[in-house]
């Protein structure tokens, strides 16, 4: 992680890809920071191939098949891309469309990440998490009304 925070990108890899996928299973932490450092150094294509491995080692985890349409969208598949997040979404599951909405905040798109997750607190009004990621994208959007209104209900205000 500290090669991560100085921006050592090599040495970053060649600590963590042994570990992100071992022995057939993902290691959260390490994959996670491995798909930061692909976003960060603009290697959408390692990025691209990382987390299609992810997602095949385990299809039952929402964050890798999200990360794989993240990286399509990122290597020039918006449209292909935006229609996997689309459908994962559609699935109506918490965890699918927090990692959905996610991607759409990490790819500058608030407005869908806002869409997503209002949709998701309705569907889950006890969800802090939903709560939260609506807040957020709200305001990265530019609606500080909205985004506080949404920040406060996390708190039942």
Do not use: C
Not at 15 to 31: D, K, N, S
Not at 41 to 46: G, R, T
Not at 120 to 132: C, G, I, L, N, V
């Amino acid at each position: 992680f500290l090669d991560y925070l100085q921006r050592d990108w090599a040495a970053a890899r060649k600590t963590l890809t042994p570990l992100a996928l071992a022995g057939g299973e993902v290691h959260p932490r390490a994959a996670r920071i491995l798909l930061a450092v692909d976003r960060d150094s603009e290697d959408y294509a390692d990025g691209l191939t990382q987390a299609r491995a992810y997602a095949a080692a385990d299809p039952a985890e929402p964050e890798w098949p999200a990360a794989v349409a993240e990286f399509e969208f990122r290597t020039g598949g918006e449209k292909a891309a935006e229609a996997k997040l689309e459908a994962m979404a559609a699935k109506g599951d918490l965890d699918s469309m927090l990692a959905v909405a996610d991607v759409y905040a990490r790819l500058k798109r608030f407005d869908a990440a806002a869409r997503v997750a209002r949709v998701a607190t309705t569907k889950y009004p006890e969800s802090s998490e939903a709560q939260f990621r609506l807040a957020s994208s709200l305001e990265r959007a530019g609606t500080t009304g909205e985004a506080g209104a949404a920040g406060l209900a996390e708190y039942g205000v």
